[in-house]
């Protein structure tokens, strides 16, 4: 029984993570395997800063590009359900 939850469970985060490559990802990356944007994009150094009004995130330009991060982080918006209006 432990066996099969556990697949089960590898199963679906093997499937969420192909969901959020091709519905999140710039084409320019949409074919690295989920190994390489592990390595590349998730287990990489970064210092979180928070000031007033903004959070930043500080780690080296060489690991992920600017331009790529910032169109991940833009992929990871446009997810996000519209906040509904109240009325």
Excluded: C, S
């Excluded at 994009?41 to 800063?49: D, F």
């Excluded at 991060?69 to 209006?85: D, K, M, N, S, Y």
């Amino acid at each position: 029984m432990d066996n099969r939850v556990r697949l089960q469970l590898f199963v679906l985060a093997y499937n969420l993570g192909n969901f959020l490559r091709q519905a999140v990802l710039p084409r320019a990356v949409r074919h690295w395997t989920l190994t390489t944007l592990r390595e590349k994009r998730i287990k990489i150094g970064a210092k979180v800063v928070r000031h007033a009004r903004q959070v930043v995130f500080q780690m080296a330009e060489v690991a992920v590009p600017r331009e790529l991060f910032r169109a991940t982080l833009e992929g990871i918006q446009r997810l996000r359900l519209p906040t509904p209006v109240p009325g």
